[in-house]
Nanobody, 112 residues
């Protein structure tokens, strides 16, 4: 059983940056795909970015060029560096591992 805990959310002005972290209770080496999802108020949860165990990444079009997903297997942690934030990025961000494990989420609010 893997437990995931997100941190790093907060309130930031448009154009600002935040770095989210997703810390796993155990080793993430064996976890294949890890992902960040977000859920805006009143909307469905949507995939933001994924990273495989080999380091291949994919992003939803709306964040390409602004967000960077990464993972540090030695620290059992995944990250999401978010730059040039926009008000439409406001959401609860959750991490997922191998489509099976979820964190509780961290709130990101971007003011205009």
């Amino acid at each position: 059983q893997v437990q995931l805990v997100e941190s790093g959310g907060g309130l930031v002005q448009a154009g600002g940056s935040l770095r989210l972290s997703c810390a796993a209770s155990g080793s993430i080496v064996s976890l294949n795909t890890m992902s960040w999802y977000r859920q805006a108020p009143g909307k469905q949860r949507k995939l933001v970015a994924t990273i495989t165990s080999g380091g291949s990444t994919n992003y939803v079009d709306s964040v390409k060029g602004r967000f960077t997903i990464s993972r540090n297997n030695a620290k059992n942690t995944m990250y999401l560096q978010m730059n040039s934030l926009k008000p439409e990025d406001t959401a609860v961000y959750c991490c997922n591992a191998s489509l099976s494990y979820w964190g509780q989420g961290t709130q990101v609010a971007v003011s205009s």
